[in-house]
């Protein structure tokens, strides 16, 4: 695989989707060990949206993504970072060369089997998986029931895991795979508050919301509305989990 189903619209998603909080990335260093001057690998790194946070937290980060598309803006954002267009499956890195192999919203993407095995190859004795997801609370909502009953997804949406976002984290899918010892599972509860414009561009580049084609437009005015009862001060907020898995090898 050379791309990303995200090529097209790389520079729309790192522009409307969320970051993660502050304190997922303490967690991580409280966790993982101080991410301050450690070697990550980042799997799945996308447009860069934590590569960002983790170089900001002063880690030697090196970014892999298959998407040409989403390391363009990637580089386009850390022009420093040594991003390399690279399967999961087949880190360019030593073995035991890492301390950390870091996903963000990404490994369910790739198959458990294969990118397992592989991350737990290039991390040194004592190095850490750190794989985490932002995750909506906000099901509950009216504004959101439309968009949830409307987009509900197929159940195996994913071509790796069929997994998307249990409240047990992701420590079920790993323990499953027989390779890996200590597990914690963190939820970095935050709200998501943007102005509703904003907000609509987030709806519009969700793939559901995409393959509505030219009835998307209709969709996001009906959406503008509802929001606007919801939020009159034209604010959206949006409750987030932000669910960290942290493993070590067994
Ligand atoms: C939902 S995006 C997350 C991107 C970024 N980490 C973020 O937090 O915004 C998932 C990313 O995983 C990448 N991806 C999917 N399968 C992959 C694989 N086998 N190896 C490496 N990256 C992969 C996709 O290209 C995409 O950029």
């Known amino acids: 695989v050379t791309r990303s189903v995200f090529d097209p619209v790389a520079q729309r998603y790192d522009a409307s989707r969320p970051d993660y909080p502050a304190g997922l990335y303490d967690a991580i260093d409280r966790l993982a060990g101080p991410l301050r001057g450690a070697t990550v690998v980042e799997v799945g790194a996308g447009t860069g949206k934590a590569t960002r946070a983790l170089l900001d937290r002063g880690a030697r980060v090196l970014p892999v993504d298959v998407g040409a598309g989403m390391l363009a803006q990637l580089r ?19 073995t035991g060369a890492v301390d950390l192999v870091a996903a963000a919203q990404a490994f369910h993407w790739l198959p458990l089997d294969r990118s397992l095995p592989e991350a737990i190859r290039v991390l040194r004795p004592g190095g850490a998986l750190a794989l985490w997801w932002n995750i909506s609370e906000a099901d509950h909502e009216p504004w959101m029931r439309r968009q949830s009953d409307r987009f509900r997804e197929p159940p195996s949406g994913y071509p790796g895991q069929d997994w998307s976002g249990g409240s047990g984290g992701f420590e079920e899918p790993l323990r499953a795979t027989g390779q890996v010892g200590r597990v914690e599972q963190v939820d970095v509860r935050w709200e998501w508050r943007l102005p509703i414009e904003r907000y609509l561009g987030y709806v519009g580049s969700k793939s559901a919301v995409v393959r509505l084609g030219a009835e998307a437009d209709a969709f996001l005015v009906e959406q503008r509305r509802e929001l606007a009862e919801a939020f009159p001060d034209g604010t959206v907020v949006e409750p987030f989990r932000c669910s960290l898995t942290v493993a070590w090898p067994r």
């Open 76 to 94: 386009a954002g850390s022009p420093t970072a040594p991003a390399v267009q690279a399967d999961g499956t087949a880190l360019p890195v030593g």
